[in-house]
């Protein structure tokens, strides 16, 4: 602990509280090879940091995070919880602002169990998507999970948001499943399900990260998987026909049988058709030449695996399937900066203005876009069940990746092209997906005397959760969390009323 004082004494904190803090942990049990100088712990991303932390604490136990809660608290040194460190803004490592802030890494925390004959499983926060799909694959090739598609995305910060994924439409976002919850409180307290209340329950499961505590493990329902699944990945060109498959594979996806998800990726002029189905190739194509023969899927298109499989295959976009032990590669592949934003489009984009699109992608910097289909499951559950709202009447979701190599600003093209799409996409607010983090569209003002704005907040907070759900959470916020201890640049605020 004596080294990382040294090292670590932040200019925004006075060397007393900074020390203070570092003994407190020392009293608090936390060991001190576990409280490290940040820089000598591994950083997921290569990021533009403005302000680093003072330490991070890589926990090893419950008693570990309450620690650093309870400590933090006592000498104002705020916490930043890191499950997967894939936060496209940063947040959970990083502080726009100046502020004196340790990390908790949540890292070491990742056990999975589980639990065959109920078809559900606890899964620690520090575990990653491919960590839990191979564990629950490999407990029984029946049972599967649904979640996004990178492996390496930490299940903390993933379920914290949503989570999207190939089997959204089968069987909902990661949160629709959750059952239950442990989290440490911003009193150190460690709370489940029941302790906690319904409204905090209801906050944690997709309200955003980093708001209404740690949450250290949850309980998740699994669900039944064919032993044997269906993909293809299937490339078009302009000149093949791209601009009318788009346009058409608007309104036809999110109408599939909910067994079979296409995603379309736009690239280089090109559109990418990725599909999973929940069935052999023999169910899958009389569906494909009935319902989209434009398409052209063909027997040689079509490959039958384990769904463990299809999620390396889909990821690498349609190359890798073995070994499966990949999945359990905590380091990620992507090497190079990326700026993020997303969109949620309810009337499809007529041709003429694809025809428009298609040639963005052609500019130079141009990055991709990434369009899942809604529908299904996930339009079935209402906008208030959980803090994501784009349920009902939503056809799919864009996200929009940019990258770049060196550490010059983001390129001009995502933020023109995001702006170039604003007449195509929702409105009213404008929505986005918490999950795709997205600085750009709002960060709250934090007056005198460390209070966050919720009239501020809402410029963001509306586009993420709608104005019902983000008051929801807000008032939930000053429930738990009044003094806004767990905060950062999108944060929800602590909304207090006397009604
Ligand atoms: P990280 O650790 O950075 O945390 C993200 C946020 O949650 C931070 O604010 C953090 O403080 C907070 N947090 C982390 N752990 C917490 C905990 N235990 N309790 C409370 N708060 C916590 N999404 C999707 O839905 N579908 C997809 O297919 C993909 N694909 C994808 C690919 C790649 C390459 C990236 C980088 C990201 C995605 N995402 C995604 C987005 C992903 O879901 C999102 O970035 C998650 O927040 C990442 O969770 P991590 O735990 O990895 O991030």
Known sequence: VCCCYAAAVSPLSSADSTGDFLKCLAAGGLPSQLVVPWGSSSSVFTSIRTVQPICVVTATNASHVQAAVLC????????????????YEGLSYRSVRPEAFAVVDLASLRAVRINRRAATAWVDSGATVGELSYAVAKADPGLAFPAGLCPTIGIG??????????????????????????????NGRLLDKKAMGRDHFWAIRGGGGGNFGIVLSWKVRLVAIPRTVSVFNIRKTIDQGAVDLVTKW????????????????VQSKQALFQALHLGTCNQLLPVMSSKFPELGVTRADCREMSWLESTLYI?????????????????????????????YVKKAISKASWEKIFPWFDAAGAGII??????GRVAAIA??????PHRVGVLYNIQYMSFWMDTAAVPDWIRNFYRFMEPHVSSNPRAAYVNYRDLDIGENAVVLGGVTSYESSRVWGEKYFGAANFRRLALT?????????????????PLVTTK
Not at 72 to 87: A, E, K, L, T
Not at 477 to 493: H, M, T
């Open 72 to 87: 933090g608290r006592r000498y104002n040194i705020r916490i930043r919880v890191r499950s997967g460190g894939h936060d």
């Open 157 to 186: 910060g993933h379920f914290s948001g949503g989570g999207i994924g190939m089997m959204t439409r089968k069987y909902g976002l990661s949160v629709d499943n959750v059952l239950d919850a442990v989290v440490v409180d911003a």
């Open 250 to 265: 608007q309104m036809l996806a999110p109408a599939l049988p909910d067994e079979l998800t296409i995603r379309a990726v």
């Open 315 to 343: 990821n690498s976009g349609g190359t890798v399937t073995t070994p499966v032990e990949d999945l359990l590669n905590r380091t990620t592949s992507l090497g190079v900066f990326t700026k993020n934003k997303s969109d």
């Open 370 to 375: 990434i369009m899942e289909p809604q529908g």
């Open 383 to 388: 906008d208030g069940d959980t803090p994501y």
């Open 477 to 493: 916020k000053g429930k738990v969390d009044a003094s806004n201890y767990f905060r950062n640049e999108q944060s929800v605020p």
